[in-house]
Every structure is written in structure tokens, then in C-alpha cells.
């Protein structure tokens, strides 16, 4: 009988890094539009890493309105192609990502991404990292936030990657499922699902780690190959 393996990845700040420095620049170019004398620290994109653009913009500049935050993610969508652009400059593979993603493909088990994001932006992100033939399915989350209207954002983000996950795992038969992320929400999901769940702690990062209830706690992605 074949035994395979899912691993199911979150993407931002577990797979990639450095798009927190896209993200800072962008922000601060739509800070300065609208005429507003403030600029993000890396250490301020970094606490608030995973919000929504709009709670970006409500915490850089609490004096504004809802319309105003409003308006100044539509400005960001504006910048689409600067965007782009800036991940492309600041965004790089985890360390070890593509060896352990290679690693578990070549043993012919499974990997696949759940991202809070748009279905295109995802696909996008994972091919700017030539990382799309290492996994079986990409799934933006996006589309089920709604079914979670009453939660909080966290909640939400948890809900809609397990349920992502779930779906995926509709009439299939993995011996065990890996889930792995650098969130709390990402370890909830994975419980979920009654899945194993390793938090991944970035190098340089201050993330709280013990609070998440996750299996383990690891520094180093290649960690996850002993589930092999
Ligand atoms: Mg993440």
C-alpha cells in the first residue's frame, strides 16, 4: 500500500522572505501620496506582518478615517506593477525551502500551499520563486474568508486554510498530514484538521512561539524532513 505524506505550507514568512521590505516600501509610497509625514519601520511591517492593507494603513496612521484607509488601499492595488516589481526585488526562498520541498516530491509524497491571499496572487508568488512544479495544489484562501463574516481576522484566516485543506483532502488517503507555518493561525488550522503542526520561528523574527500549542517549534525548515 502506498503511504504518502501531506504537507501543507503556508507561504508568507515560512517559505519566502523579504517580502516584509516590499510591503514597507509600498506602504510608505501610499503614506507619502496622501501627504502624510510617517514611515513604516521594518520592525512595524514585521509585528503587523499577515494584517489586512487596510489595518496596515488604520495602525500607520490611526488620526485617518475608514474611507481614508479605504482609499489608500485602492491605491495600493494601483501600484500593481511597482508592486510587482518590489516583490521581485526583496522576495528570496526560505533557507532550505527548495531542498526540503524537492526532498519530499522526490520521495513521492505531497506538498501543497494554503495562503491568505487571491487565487492569482498566490500562483504569481509561488512562480516569482519557481517553486509551482514542487506542489500538487495552490490554494489563495481568500474566497472562503466569507463563510467566516463574524469572526475575528485571525479566526477567519484559520477557518478558511482549514477549510482549503479539508476540501483538498476530500476522498483522499494520506497517512499523515504536516502542517507548517509561522502563525498561530496557521497551527489552529492545521489542529483542525488533526493534522501535526510545526511552527516555523524565521531567523531574526520575534514571533511568540510557545503560546501556539504547535507540535514543534522549529528554526530551520529542513526539520520537517524527519517525518519522512
Ligand atoms: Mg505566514
Not at 495602525?59 to 485617518?64: E, I, V
Not at 500593481?80 to 526562498?93: F, H, N, P
Not at 509551482?132 to 474568508?145: N, R, T
Request: overall charge neutral; some cysteine.
Amino acid at each position: 500500500m502506498e503511504r504518502k505524506i501531506l504537507f501543507a505550507w503556508d507561504f508568507h514568512g515560512t517559505l519566502e522572505k523579504g517580502n516584509e521590505r516590499a510591503v514597507q516600501e509600498l506602504c510608505n509610497l501610499v503614506l507619502k501620496d496622501f501627504g502624510i509625514n510617517r514611515e513604516l519601520s521594518l520592525k512595524e511591517v514585521l509585528d503587523w506582518y499577515g494584517l489586512s492593507w487596510f489595518d496596515y494603513f488604520k495602525n500607520a496612521f490611526l488620526a485617518g478615517s475608514p474611507e481614508l484607509w479605504q482609499n489608500m488601499v485602492n491605491k495600493v492595488f494601483s501600484y500593481q506593477k511597482t508592486g510587482w516589481e518590489l516583490i521581485k526585488k526583496y522576495i528570496s526562498a526560505q533557507d532550505f525551502a527548495e531542498d526540503v520541498l524537492k526532498k519530499i516530491k522526490e520521495r513521492g509524497h505531497q506538498n501543497i500551499i494554503l495562503t491568505n491571499s487571491k487565487q492569482d496572487h498566490a500562483e504569481k508568488f509561488i512562480e516569482t520563486l519557481g517553486f509551482a512544479k514542487y506542489f500538487d495544489k495552490i490554494a489563495g484562501v481568500d474566497g472562503y474568508l466569507n463563510a467566516h463574516k463574524n469572526l475575528s481576522t485571525e479566526e477567519k484566516k484559520q477557518n478558511a486554510k482549514a477549510d482549503a485543506l479539508k476540501e483538498f483532502l476530500l476522498g483522499s488517503n494520506f497517512t499523515k498530514i504536516i502542517m507548517i507555518g509561522d502563525n498561530e493561525s496557521d497551527i489552529r488550522a492545521g489542529k483542525m484538521v488533526g493534522a501535526k503542526t510545526y511552527l516555523f520561528a524565521a531567523p531574526g523574527k520575534n514571533k511568540k512561539t510557545e503560546a501556539t500549542g504547535a507540535d514543534h517549534i522549529i528554526f530551520d525548515l529542513r526539520e520537517v524532513l524527519k517525518e519522512l
